[in-house]
């Protein structure tokens, strides 16, 4: 695992410190300890996740550092990193503007003729599924601390489904799972953003027709 170097307290390295260990914390004690996803657990503790904080504040910036990771992924050897979690604390706070930069990641990622290879999931703070409540908690099976773009190998996908035969009905328990753990179950988890300058608004989007996350 990738861990930013913290010496510097009020510089860059140190809040991109702070990214990483919110996505690591959300991880261990969300995705992991909850089982949304039962193969992040053996990426997680052989060290196969990369972890890159983009520092780009609109779109465009973001696009160009989503195609660094694609290539930098796509060029890595499965072992030493079979994933990537591209978190962008600066910009997409507003879950529309998220939602539509995934055209613009899909798009890139056949430009790069990277198709059928890689592709991009993703997780955001104000995640919402189309046709439910902004509370509804079942959205919390894609949310996490920092709008994050999840790079993922096409291979690694198949293994694993083949590894999980139950892997088709992951998300229908996913949604079980928070409903039984209700928001303040969720609450309590605490995997919130802690660099309050990063914090993303406290108030949803009011049904924004979302694509389903893909983990």
């Not at 706070?93 to 995934?102: A, E, G, R, T, V």
């Not at 995997?191 to 608004?201: D, E, I, L, N, Q």
Request: aromatic content about 6%; charged content about 25%.
């Amino acid at each position: 695992m990738q861990t930013p170097d913290t010496s510097a307290p009020n510089g860059t390295p140190a809040t991109d410190a702070i990214v990483v260990q919110d996505m690591v914390r959300w991880l261990e004690r969300a995705v992991i300890d909850l089982n949304l996803c039962p193969f992040a657990k053996g990426v997680h503790t052989k060290g196969q996740i990369h972890y890159a904080v983009s520092h780009a504040t609109d779109a465009r910036d973001l696009l160009q550092d989503l195609a660094a990771e694609l290539e930098a992924l796509a060029e890595a050897s499965p072992d030493k990193r079979d994933t990537t979690l591209l978190m962008a604390p600066h910009c997409m706070q507003d879950f529309l503007d998220f939602n539509d930069f995934l055209e613009l990641a899909d798009e890139l990622v056949e430009s790069m003729d990277l198709a059928g290879i890689l592709q991009v999931a993703s997780f955001h703070p104000q995640f919402q599924f189309a046709g439910t409540a902004p509370d509804d908690v079942g959205n919390c099976t894609n949310r996490a601390p920092y709008p994050t773009l999840h790079l993922l190998r096409e291979d690694s996908i198949d293994r694993a489904v083949e590894a999980f035969p139950e892997a088709e009905a992951i998300f229908e328990r996913n949604i079980e799972v928070l409903e039984q753990l209700g928001a303040e179950g969720w609450k309590a988890l605490d995997v919130g953003p802690r660099c309050p300058m990063h914090a993303p608004p406290a108030d949803a989007s009011s049904d924004p027709g979302a694509r389903s996350g893909k983990q």
